[in-house]
């Protein structure tokens, strides 16, 4: 596994606080980093490829 | 004579109505649009919450993701929370993606994740502050709207209107149900009865993203009286962890983390 495929797994397990904004919410498709981390999903085996976006977790206006 | 009498009647209510209309959208004043109820019941709660030195809470929290074909995933992870205000926190949280752990021991805080063995670190005072520092690194913690010193407040809090919508029930407790509208995101929150109103569910609904998707929170078994070993605020990483620099990481379009390979 490379070390970017490791680095992936430990990032994804602080998950705690993950949030994207969903104005970030563009399509990677395929290619590029989303790709090359695909096979570190491990925890998200469902997790697709390409995401129209997720629930935001704050109601403040920052 | 009677026609003109109601219109003279009606023009009121319709300027009133006009001036509702216009109002709306200008959220300045935004706490007028908010139901005496729901605001009595919202300070309240904010006030009890955020006046809390100590408590510790259980929590699930969901996830969801809309994908582009349309289909809404849930992710869930749950955990429980530790705090110490004005600086200190600990929280353990479990899901499909391993276990991790956050503490905040005054100075620093840490990002833990136990399987890979790595941690993130930041400098932060107290927990506003990493609150701040992480969502100025990309991410929002699930929760941060109750773990600030005023939970939920008017000033900062996108709302424009609110509701008391009713009573029910949680698990046999009695609550109230307040319903909010933002400009971006709608939510609801529903808040035990009584004299030391907690919040028991918290919805946030995503507008602006197709299929609306929604963030839940549930928090159960709340001590506001906690027996808090200190040295559960310090954290001292395993020979073998790997620290991570902050500046390496990025939000991918399914916020999932990466890191930036060297």
Partial sequence: MSRVLKLTLIVLAFGFFMEAKPISYVLQGLQGSWMSTAEALIGH?????????????????? | MKIGS???????????????????????????AVDPDAQSVLSSMSNYLGGLKDFSVEYVAVDEVVTAEGQKLQFLHSGEITVQRPNKLFAIRKGATGTAEIVLDGKTLTLFAEKPDAYLQFDAPNISAAIGDLHKLGFDAPGADLLEPKPLDNTTADMASGAHIGMTYIDGVEVHQLAFRGADVDWQLWVTAGDNPLPLRFVITTKAVSGAPQYTLQLRNWNTAPDINAARFTFAPPHSAHKLDPSSVSVNAIGDMTIKGK
């Fill in chain 2, 6 to 32: 109601h219109i003279t009647k009606s023009a009121p209510v319709v300027a009133l109505v006009g001036v509702c209309v216009i109002a709306q959208p200008l959220t300045a004043d935004a706490q007028n």
């Fill in chain 1, 45 to 62: 085996p469902a997790t697709p490829a390409s995401a129209a976006g997720v629930a935001r977790r704050t109601v403040r206006r920052w």
